[in-house]
């Protein structure tokens, strides 16, 4: 079955940076298109990255664009967001995301908490 885990969420003050991780399984990783969202508290999941699955082509949210970096490595089939410059708007709990047979599969989310 499909499984999403991600990791290397945490408390960071503003200026810092986290990379985050999706370890995928369960389906052809290279053939998909993988995303990250996240859901900040009282608001709702938004979309801030993408990447495609032949010639990684990426794409961002204007809130994050120029700051966050979506990256893949098919060989270990693990997705990555690089956040650098983080913000305190940033705190929210982050999710990677495919869609597998017109399913939309999540994991199980990495909070990261940005410290003013």
């Known amino acids: 079955q499909v499984q999403l885990v991600e990791s290397g969420g945490g408390l960071v003050q503003a200026g810092g940076s986290l990379r985050l991780s999706c370890a995928a399984s369960g389906f052809a990783f290279s053939l998909r298109p993988m995303s990250w969202y996240r859901r900040a508290p009282g608001k709702e999941r938004e979309f801030i990255a993408g990447i495609d699955s032949f010639r990684a082509d990426t794409n961002y949210a204007d809130s994050v664009k120029d700051r966050f970096t979506i990256s893949r490595d098919n060989a270990t089939k693990t997705l990555y967001l690089q956040m650098n410059s983080l913000k305190p708007e940033d705190t929210a709990l982050y999710y990677c995301?495919?869609?597998?047979?017109?399913?939309?599969?999540w994991g199980q989310g990495t909070q990261v908490t940005v410290s003013s």
């Open positions: 995301s495919t869609n597998v047979g017109g399913l939309n599969y």
